[in-house]
């Protein structure tokens, strides 16, 4: 059980199901059976409880940087930024505020201001996470701070067509190649090499699935000669081809908006109260 107070900020990254309950054993209504007011078809108000004024935020996040993926791979199952203690306090409150107002009114550009608000605290929430929290002092999370592991797993998605070797990395960050790569391994939990490969299949799955790009553009953006070379590297590492992803994403719906990424629910209150 985790006790939060008005003004925190929650991140489930893994998209677990949870509850939210006003006192530890109340019970908790089962969501889609909450009396709902649509907003818009984006955003809908659900009220719930006798009287009060809580008020509870909730946004669902799509993450569609390869980077994104690998971070909310990691533990933990929930990210809970106490607001009170941040030195961000005051803007994160004001934030959440800002976005409850919005959600109720909705005015013309509202939904694109609630949506780039939920990003900023979502990333805030990760940042918090990666600055404070002591497991992200390892692994994938604390190679990113090292100084020149960093500046390398930075590198590879800035130019995803280049040719990466442990050599030119290594150069790059001012190290040598023999001690690049076994820090490199010792910190990230696998070879630089395979790592910068996994990362464009990463960014060709997602383009895959949604763009119209053909495997000759996806093998020339990635820096591959040719489709054959391309699609044996993506199903050694992805597991399945290139097209098959394909057409499974094209015979999916098309239910995301592309200029909004986030769902917010704003609810008077979300939390059943205690009576």
């Known amino acids: 059980m985790r006790v939060k107070r008005i003004g925190d900020l929650a991140l489930v990254p893994h998209g677990a199901g949870h509850w939210l309950m006003s006192a530890a054993g109340v019970p908790a209504a089962k969501l889609f059976d909450l009396p709902r007011e649509a907003v818009s078809n984006r955003y809908e108000i659900l009220r719930h409880g006798q009287g009060g004024t809580p008020t509870t935020i909730c946004a669902l996040e799509r993450f569609d940087h390869p980077a994104a993926h690998r971070l909310i791979d990691l533990p933990p199952k929930l990210i809970r930024v106490d607001t009170w203690q941040s030195p961000e306090m005051e803007w994160i409150q004001s934030t959440l505020r800002f976005i409850a107002a919005e959600a109720q009114q909705l005015n013309a550009g509202g939904e694109t201001v609630i949506t780039r608000l939920a990003d900023m605290l979502v990333i805030q929430a990760v940042r918090a996470r990666i600055a404070h929290a002591p497991a992200a002092q390892t692994g994938w ?14 590198m590879i998605p800035r130019d995803p067509s280049s040719n990466w070797t442990v050599a030119t990395l290594a150069d790059r960050v001012g190290m040598s190649r023999s001690a690049f790569s076994a820090r490199f391994t010792q910190l990230v939990g696998e070879p630089a ?44 590492i992805v597991g399945v081809a290139p097209g098959a992803v394909r057409r ?19 609810s008077d209150f979300f939390l059943r109260r205690a009576s």
């Open 141 to 154: 999370l604390g190679a990113l701070r090292d100084r020149q592991i960093g500046r390398a797993i930075a």
């Open 193 to 236: 090499m395979h790592y910068a490969v996994r990362w464009k299949m990463q960014a060709a799955l997602t383009q895959l699935q949604e763009t119209d790009a053909s495997l000759t553009e996806l093998a020339m953006r990635l820096g591959y000669d040719s489709d054959a070379a391309f699609s044996r590297a993506f199903k050694r």
């Open 248 to 266: 499974n994403a094209r015979m999916q719906p098309d239910d995301v908006d592309p200029q909004s990424k986030s769902n917010i629910s704003n």
